[in-house]
Protein backbone atom coordinates (compact mmCIF):
# COMPACT_ATOMS: atom_id res chain seq x y z
CA UNK A 1 0.00 0.00 0.00
CA UNK A 2 1.07 3.02 -0.41
CA UNK A 3 2.67 5.96 2.04
CA UNK A 4 0.11 8.29 3.21
CA UNK A 5 1.04 11.58 5.64
CA UNK A 6 -2.31 11.96 7.90
CA UNK A 7 -3.27 15.28 9.29
CA UNK A 8 -5.27 15.30 12.57
CA UNK A 9 -8.53 14.98 10.94
CA UNK A 10 -7.50 11.75 9.31
CA UNK A 11 -6.38 10.80 12.76
CA UNK A 12 -9.08 11.20 14.47
CA UNK A 13 -11.07 9.49 12.08
CA UNK A 14 -9.21 6.40 12.12
CA UNK A 15 -9.81 6.49 15.90
CA UNK A 16 -13.39 7.01 15.76
CA UNK A 17 -13.56 3.96 13.51
CA UNK A 18 -14.37 5.65 9.83
CA UNK A 19 -14.96 2.79 7.59
CA UNK A 20 -13.69 5.33 5.23
CA UNK A 21 -10.38 5.10 6.49
CA UNK A 22 -10.03 1.84 7.49
CA UNK A 23 -7.46 0.90 4.52
CA UNK A 24 -5.29 4.12 5.15
CA UNK A 25 -5.17 2.81 8.87
CA UNK A 26 -3.63 -0.78 7.38
CA UNK A 27 -1.10 1.10 5.94
CA UNK A 28 2.37 3.16 6.40
CA UNK A 29 1.51 6.34 7.76
CA UNK A 30 3.21 9.00 8.70
CA UNK A 31 2.99 12.46 10.86
CA UNK A 32 4.09 15.02 13.21
CA UNK A 33 4.71 16.02 16.93
CA UNK A 34 2.96 18.96 16.01
CA UNK A 35 -0.50 16.77 14.69
CA UNK A 36 -0.12 14.73 17.95
CA UNK A 37 -0.03 17.84 19.80
CA UNK A 38 -3.76 18.73 18.07
CA UNK A 39 -4.71 15.19 18.68
CA UNK A 40 -3.75 15.33 22.27
CA UNK A 41 -5.91 18.34 23.01
CA UNK A 42 -8.38 17.10 21.02
CA UNK A 43 -8.61 13.46 23.54
CA UNK A 44 -8.18 15.84 26.51
CA UNK A 45 -10.86 18.45 25.48
CA UNK A 46 -13.44 15.23 24.77
CA UNK A 47 -12.07 12.82 27.18
CA UNK A 48 -9.56 13.01 29.84
CA UNK A 49 -5.83 13.34 30.87
CA UNK A 50 -5.36 9.30 30.87
CA UNK A 51 -7.39 8.56 27.15
CA UNK A 52 -5.04 11.16 25.60
CA UNK A 53 -2.09 9.73 27.29
CA UNK A 54 -2.82 6.24 26.07
CA UNK A 55 -4.45 7.05 22.73
CA UNK A 56 -0.83 9.39 21.91
CA UNK A 57 1.08 6.00 23.11
CA UNK A 58 -0.88 3.91 20.75
CA UNK A 59 -0.51 6.30 17.87
CA UNK A 60 2.80 6.75 18.65
CA UNK A 61 3.34 2.74 18.13
CA UNK A 62 2.46 3.07 14.44
CA UNK A 63 3.10 6.47 12.61
CA UNK A 64 6.17 7.19 11.40
CA UNK A 65 7.05 10.78 13.10
CA UNK A 66 8.38 12.76 10.69
CA UNK A 67 11.22 15.77 12.07
CA UNK A 68 10.86 18.95 9.57
CA UNK A 69 13.42 21.30 8.37
CA UNK A 70 13.31 24.69 8.37
CA UNK A 71 12.77 24.80 4.79
CA UNK A 72 9.36 22.78 5.36
CA UNK A 73 8.90 25.35 7.98
CA UNK A 74 8.75 28.39 5.21
CA UNK A 75 7.14 26.59 2.82
CA UNK A 76 4.44 26.19 5.12
CA UNK A 77 4.33 29.41 6.01
CA UNK A 78 4.50 30.41 2.08
CA UNK A 79 1.47 28.14 1.73
CA UNK A 80 -0.16 29.66 3.91
CA UNK A 81 0.15 33.09 2.72
CA UNK A 82 -0.98 32.07 -0.28
CA UNK A 83 -3.81 30.42 0.72
CA UNK A 84 -5.15 33.27 2.84
CA UNK A 85 -5.05 35.53 -0.22
CA UNK A 86 -7.83 32.88 -2.27
CA UNK A 87 -10.19 32.76 0.93
CA UNK A 88 -9.04 29.36 2.44
CA UNK A 89 -8.49 28.62 6.02
CA UNK A 90 -5.13 26.54 6.29
CA UNK A 91 -3.81 26.22 9.78
CA UNK A 92 0.26 26.27 9.79
CA UNK A 93 -0.19 22.87 10.80
CA UNK A 94 -2.00 21.55 8.17
CA UNK A 95 0.24 23.25 5.67
CA UNK A 96 3.60 21.90 7.32
CA UNK A 97 1.91 18.14 6.56
CA UNK A 98 1.24 18.91 3.15
CA UNK A 99 4.80 20.53 2.25
CA UNK A 100 6.26 17.28 3.66
CA UNK A 101 3.93 14.79 1.97
CA UNK A 102 4.49 16.06 -1.05
CA UNK A 103 8.49 16.70 -1.10
CA UNK A 104 8.58 13.23 0.88
CA UNK A 105 6.40 11.77 -2.33
CA UNK A 106 3.27 10.64 -0.54
CA UNK A 107 -0.16 11.71 -0.67
CA UNK A 108 -1.99 14.42 2.44
CA UNK A 109 -4.11 12.36 3.84
CA UNK A 110 -7.46 14.51 5.07
CA UNK A 111 -11.20 15.00 5.10
CA UNK A 112 -10.33 18.95 5.72
CA UNK A 113 -12.72 20.63 3.05
CA UNK A 114 -10.06 23.28 2.43
CA UNK A 115 -7.96 21.02 0.86
CA UNK A 116 -10.52 19.04 -1.07
CA UNK A 117 -9.44 20.46 -4.56
CA UNK A 118 -5.51 20.55 -4.01
CA UNK A 119 -3.51 18.68 -6.02
CA UNK A 120 -1.61 15.34 -4.02
CA UNK A 121 -4.15 15.24 -1.79
CA UNK A 122 -5.86 12.15 -0.63
CA UNK A 123 -9.69 13.52 0.81
CA UNK A 124 -11.93 11.47 2.47
CA UNK A 125 -14.61 11.73 4.38
Known sequence: MAKFFADTYALIEILRGNP???PYAEGELYST???LLELSYALT???DREKAQTTIDL???FLVILTPGTEHYIDASVLRLQAKKKGKKFSLIDCLGYVLAKDMGMK???GDREFKDMKN???VK
Open 33 to 35: EFN
Open 108 to 110: FLT
Open 121 to 123: VEF
Open 45 to 47: RDF
Open 59 to 61: MRS
Open 20 to 22: NYA
